[in-house]
């Protein structure tokens, strides 16, 4: 799964987006729909324990990049908290030096860095990006990308997860 700018109820783009003033801020996976959606199960099934995001993406949206213990909400597609997570690494390299430890610790079945990068280039090219970004995101072994470890801090379980 990837961290991508989430849209607000009116269809726009934003990147971060603060529940309300006293609780951490949100963060959604991909897009809403089967994507995001497998994403929450596999952080409440432990079997996701990373996240990826195109330093582009956090650049265009004048976000700075997470720090080791920054907590998060994690939402749902419908928008409501389904877990706490806590950043505990957070890097920024380049794609091509992900590697297979990394890229099955995204918690989607990748074997190897090469199926993990095959996705991600998919996605990061995929219009949802190009909209936010005003163009596809030229992706090449240099491009950043920030690596994200973290733990499951709670689970949600008023959204029924």
Known sequence: MLRLPPRSRDG???YVRFMDSDSLPALELAFPGPERDSGVAAILAG??????GLLQIHEHAAEPVPEPGQCFS???SAGQPAAVIEL???????????DDEYARAEG?????ASEWRKAHEKFFRSEGIAKFLGAPPAIDDGTLVVTERFRLVKADDSAGH
Do not use: C
Not at 47 to 52: D, E, G, I, N, R
Not at 88 to 98: G, Q
């Open 12 to 14: 726009t783009v934003e």
């Open 47 to 52: 079997t996701k324990t990373a996240l990826t």
């Open 88 to 98: 505990t690494e957070v890097r920024v390299v380049p794609i091509s030096e992900v």
């Open 74 to 76: 994690v939402l749902d």
């Open 108 to 112: 989607r079945g990748y074997a190897d």
